[in-house]
């Protein structure tokens, strides 16, 4: 599991930072391409930290009911 704690934290930042520097061109140009563009890498963003947590937890629920069962 560890790994995998790497893995999407390496994923989640590696989204939001691009996001956050596409967002702050956008409010110094005003250029609607970075807009889009930070929209789309926040979506993304979004979507790998609900993946992540969502494994998490369920994660966690079967280890428990593993452990409940045969432990």
Known sequence: MTIFYWVMAVLIVG???PSAFFLVLYVVTGEDGCW?????????TRLFTMFGLNLLIWGHVVVGLWRLKFG
Not at 36 to 43: E, N, Q, S, V
């Open 15 to 17: 989204t939001f930072v």
């Open 36 to 44: 889009t563009r930070a929209r789309k890498l926040f979506m993304f």
